[in-house]
């Protein structure tokens, strides 16, 4: 059987995730130091476990609602309006989701039509333009600036606008380079959106992930932009949940009955023992997430001065917990040079590729690792960077 004539073409034509890659190669290695998956190194926090145990305990293994547990829907919205200024109707503009991923994915198969444009500004998350050619869309890259520290400006949005521009992907605090916008930022992104019919989809997986003074901005928070906005956020990261499989998305009544049909279909609802976690996390988990991001904190001022210092230049990252280094000093491609690092000092990172294009000439290293793990990989990283002819 020839599948090849079987198999749909937009999945053919998928390309395999550039950090699956590498990661699965280090997980076949001895003595191999993986700074690949974008995965916290913390348990989740015990009071969020205890809760997914007594719901099993208890026997609370039904379905839920499709939109989800009215008591995690509430916990959302007070979470969201106490943490960013961001006010939703738990009841009308919220569905639960497993993980932010089936949000990416709702929203853009119910907005999209064939041949409508997608502007997505990379190096960016894997799954945006992946997920926009499935959905009949066109995946529109905008490549992002190492001067301008990987935000997108308002002058490079209005160039990408075209008369079959549907959407607007907005990945920051951003995977793989940590970039985020400031509230001076969106404003000038929304005031190229405003006289436009152009939807946003924001995706705050890592909107806790924040560091400095200044927290988190939302550009859903911004007069005129809650009506156009598809906001994403999750569990995984802020909470150290990645295998809970638990996200939401909120947005405007009708943008939120298309994708709940679709969710209806495909998923029916998120997992039940997950929502009873999350409910406890939301309740009593703000001081987990100061706990972890100060230690992320910490690990990112001493990576970013030691990669600097080996002469791997890098701009500070203000959110998430990836660097996204310049590997100019090496002479060597992105891929060349994970994959030359990865069998000659056995530390994997992922090349810059992996996020689009624009990523050719950098890597991406997580910090979600401890200090002990990620010293012993920067002296064999140092290493590499010697026998390339370097220092």
């Known amino acids: 059987m020839d599948y090849s004539k079987i198999l749909s073409a937009r999945a053919q034509a998928l390309k395999p995730s550039g950090i ?48 989800g547990l009215a008591q995690m829907r509430a916990g959302i919205a007070d979470y969201l309006a106490r943490r960013f200024e961001l006010h939703y109707d738990p009841e009308s503009e919220m569905l639960v989701t497993v993980g932010g991923s089936e949000a990416i994915d709702l ?20 799954s945006y333009a992946p997920l926009t050619s499935l959905a009949g869309g066109v995946p529109v890259p905008v490549a ?34 940590g970039a985020v916008l400031r509230e001076r930022h969106l404003a000038a992104l929304a005031e190229v959106l ?27 928070s911004l007069p005129g932009m809650k009506e156009r906005t598809i906001y994403i956020n999750g569990f995984s990261k802020a909470y150290a949940m990645t295998g809970w499989r638990l996200g939401y998305v909120c947005a405007p009544v009708p943008l939120m009955k298309a994708m709940t049909k679709i969710h209806q279909y495909a998923i029916m609802c ?38 600097n210092r080996m002469g791997m230049t890098c701009f500070e990252p203000e959110g998430a917990f990836y660097v996204f280094p310049s590997i100019a000093v090496s002479g060597l491609g992105s891929e060349e040079f994970c994959e030359k690092l990865l069998f000659s000092k056995k530390v994997a990172v992922v090349p810059g590729t992996a996020f689009g294009d624009s990523g050719e000439g950098f890597v991406r290293i997580s910090y979600s690792y401890s200090v002990a793990h990620l010293s012993e990989a920067l002296g064999r990283i140092e290493e590499f960077l010697k026998e390339c002819g370097h220092g």
């Open 194 to 220: 405003q006289d436009t019919d152009i939807l946003v989809l924001t995706d705050e997986i890592y909107a806790e992930l924040t560091y400095g003074t200044r927290r988190h901005v939302s550009i859903a």
């Open 107 to 126: 929203a853009l198969r119910a907005v999209l039509e064939p041949g409508d444009e997608v502007i997505i500004p990379e190096p960016c998350y894997v």
């Open 20 to 67: 699956r890659k590498f990661f699965d190669v280090a997980g076949t290695m001895e003595n191999c130091i993986s700074l690949g998956v974008g995965e916290p190194d913390f348990k989740t926090p015990w009071m969020i476990r205890d809760a997914g145990i007594k719901s099993l305990e208890r026997g609370k293994t039904w379905y839920t609602s499709n939109a």
């Open 144 to 177: 992002l600036k190492a001067e301008n520290g990987f935000r997108l400006t308002a002058e490079e949005l209005r160039a990408a606008i075209t008369p079959r521009t549907k959407m607007l992907v907005l990945p920051f605090p951003c995977n793989p380079t």
């Open 270 to 307: 998120a997992p039940t023992t997950s929502q009873y976690a999350g409910i406890v996390a939301l309740r009593e988990g703000d001081e987990a997430i100061e706990t972890m991001r100060d230690e992320y904190d910490m690990r990112r001022k001493f990576l970013v001065n030691a990669l």
